[in-house]
């Protein structure tokens, strides 16, 4: 579905990603790993179009996408979540999802105008849409609160929520677990896992829980200093050698 090929990223003089290459199978929910520092949200940004890379390609089904900006890259379905939530603090949940989806008439004040009914079908068919991923999401009860009210967790959610309002076909999660109570975890982990099977998402995700790496993803990519070190089931990727080093000589805690 997406490959990455020789992908570089340098900040000024810091190479933050260096010839990067691997591949992210439809279907699949493969993990990105590696101690802090190793590249991995930058590896993202230049995904989901935030950053364009200094070099390298991107290609999505085909398609070389390097550079395009987000919002054409969201059209294709690729969408991401954030490793620190990035709700609208004051508007309410529900309000948050709604905004989510392009192109909503009500946008172009011409097209109200002329059109009344039809936005109006529009609006009410969004609405329906996030109070299902709330639904889904079990915070229902929190649709009138203000975003900026919720716990950490709870925005992680919403972040979710999010990515359900969008036809989503490739979606990008930053360490959906941080700053995650250990219930919510496993409800967070069981959601991945059923919009993985029930809408067919496939996801690629960054997280340094390992036990949540295990359980979701394979296969497992694993990054340090910018370059792919190794690739395979968590399973045999938690005992190379290699991968030990990475993460005891960053001097991380992970
Ligand atoms: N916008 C930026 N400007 C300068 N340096 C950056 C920027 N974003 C990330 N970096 C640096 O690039 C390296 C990789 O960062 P990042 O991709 O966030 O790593 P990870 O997500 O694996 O922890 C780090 O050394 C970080 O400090
Ligand atoms: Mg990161």
Redesign the pocket.
């Known amino acids: 579905m997406l490959r990455v090929e020789n992908l570089n990223m340098r900040?000024?003089g810091?190479q933050?990603?260096r010839d990067c290459s691997f591949e992210i199978e439809a279907g699949t929910i493969t993990g990105l790993i590696?101690?802090?520092?190793?590249?991995?949200?930058?590896?993202?940004?230049m995904i989901v179009g935030e950053?364009k890379p200094t070099s390298g390609r991107i290609v999505f089904e085909g398609e070389d996408i390097a550079g395009l900006p987000a919002y054409k890259l969201f059209h294709k379905g690729i969408v991401r979540t954030f490793?620190i939530p990035h709700e609208f603090g004051q508007m309410t949940v529900l309000e948050n999802l709604m905004v989510v989806p392009p192109d909503q008439p009500g946008e172009r004040l011409f097209v109200n105008w002329i059109a009344r009914a039809k936005v109006a079908a529009r609006e009410r068919q969004v609405r329906q849409r996030a109070e299902e991923a709330l639904e889904f999401l079990s915070i229902s009860h929190l649709r009138d609160e203000l975003a900026g009210n919720l716990s950490g967790g709870q925005k992680k959610l919403l972040e979710l929520g999010r990515t359900m309002m969008t036809d989503a076909r490739l979606v990008l999660l930053?360490e959906p677990g941080a700053g995650v109570n250990p219930t919510l975890l496993l409800k967070i982990r069981d959601m991945i896992s059923e919009l993985h099977r029930e809408r067919g998402y496939t996801f690629c995700l960054?997280e340094h829980d390992m036990d949540l790496i295990s359980s979701l993803c394979d296969p497992v990519i694993v990054?340090a200093e910018?370059c792919v070190l190794t690739q395979g089931k968590m399973e045999d990727v938690r005992r190379d050698p290699e991968v030990l080093d990475a993460y005891l000589g960053g001097g991380e805690d992970e």
């Open positions: 900040f000024g810091l933050a990603v590696g101690p802090n520092g190793a590249g991995k949200t930058t590896t993202f940004n950053l490793q930053d960054i990054l910018g």
